[in-house]
């Protein structure tokens, strides 16, 4: 099986690298090496060149706020690229394999949301991503498509990081508390990833969207004392400890765009149909504290 892995530097991307690599002849590139999204005729030709059995798409325009100015780029690399991939891959009678977000939805309620819940994004990537999702839908190829939320790993930038950062600079930490999710590691959605490949090349019937994310729920606030605390049981010194991280209102804490207030994801689909067991995303949180700290 031959498989090719777009945005191999990403957080998921270097994960992937990791995980993907048993299952077959892997090539896994970046932006410089033949798969830049941003650029579609040289991307068709890289796919057509490389003919994969599998195609992994962890590349993405992932800067929330800039993406609310940056449209134009944000669209070309999280819908038309997509698009563009899943018609290669129709082409080809390739599996493709590609991420989505939980800011394809509005955030109203309090529930987790199942796959079939409509969609309303809030921000441009939320959209961006939603068009991404049509695209490849429309294509008839294929495909695997995994909704994660608040993700997360040792290599490259995330929230739990910058939190980290934050209370060994700053005096003071707030952080908005009513935004509800589970932060989810890129190990074990590459891991995910792996097992999930492997089915739906065997049997195409598992294709879809389904969510993947860790089980539980917690919001920025309580995960960022979580990780300050954490941080701290382990001798880190820090300006800020747990009980110091202010709680503010969405309200009080503008940003260019709109997060959703309930992020929370049922990931029942996925563990019912492939079998498999998603842990609480504590599990994943201490790992990544127990490795970088
Ligand atoms: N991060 C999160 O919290 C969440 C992410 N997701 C989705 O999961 C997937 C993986 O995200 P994650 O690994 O966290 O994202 P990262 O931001 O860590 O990585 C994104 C990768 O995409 C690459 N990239 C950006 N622009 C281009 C381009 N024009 N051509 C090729 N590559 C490009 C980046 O390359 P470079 O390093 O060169 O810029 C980077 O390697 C994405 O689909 C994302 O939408 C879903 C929910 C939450
Ligand atoms: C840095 C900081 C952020 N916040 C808020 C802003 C935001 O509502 C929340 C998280 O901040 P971030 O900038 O990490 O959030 P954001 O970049 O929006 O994270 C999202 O990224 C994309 C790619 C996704 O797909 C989502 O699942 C989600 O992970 O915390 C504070 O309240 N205080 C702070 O000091
Ligand atoms: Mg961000």
């Not at 706020?65 to 991939?85: C, R, S, Y």
């Not at 490849?136 to 980290?164: H, P, Q």
């Not at 709680?247 to 929370?264: E, G, K, Q, V």
Request: with cysteine.
């Amino acid at each position: 099986m031959k498989i090719l892995l777009l945005g191999k530097n990403g957080q998921l991307g270097w994960e992937l690298q990791r995980a993907l690599a048993p299952l077959g002849e892997l090539i896994a590139i970046d932006r410089t090496e033949g798969g830049d999204l941003a650029d579609s005729e040289p991307l068709r030709d890289t796919v057509r060149r490389v003919a994969p059995d599998v195609i992994v798409n962890a590349a993405a325009y992932t800067a929330v706020d800039k993406a609310q100015t940056e449209t134009e780029l944000a669209h070309q690399i999280n819908a038309v690229a997509p698009g563009l991939l899943a018609q290669e891959a129709r082409t080809l009678g390739a599996l493709l394999i590609h991420y989505s977000t939980d800011y394809v939805f509005d955030g109203s309620g309090d529930q987790p949301r199942p796959e079939s819940a409509p969609t309303a994004p809030l921000s441009v990537y939320g959209r961006t991503k939603l068009d991404g999702e049509q695209r490849i839908r429309e294509s008839g190829c294929d495909a695997l498509i995994l909704r994660t939320s608040w993700v997360y790993a040792a290599r490259g930038g995330n929230f739990a990081k910058t939190m980290l950062r934050l209370a060994a600079e700053r005096d003071q930490l707030k952080v908005v508390a009513d935004q509800i999710g589970a932060p989810t590691g890129a190990d074990l959605l590459a891991d995910l990833t792996a097992h999930l490949l492997r089915a739906a090349h065997q049997d195409r019937s598992l294709c879809g969207v389904y969510h993947a994310v860790a089980s539980g729920e917690t919001s920025w606030h309580r995960y960022a004392q979580h990780v300050i605390a954490r941080a701290q049981a382990k001798g880190l010194t820090l300006k800020v400890s747990a009980d110091q991280v202010q709680a503010l209102a969405s309200s009080d804490y503008p940003t260019p765009a709109p997060r959703p207030l309930n992020s929370r994801l049922d990931n029942t689909l996925l563990q019912q149909r492939f079998g498999l067991v998603l842990p609480p995303w504590q599990t994943g949180v201490d790992r990544l504290l127990d490795e970088i700290l």
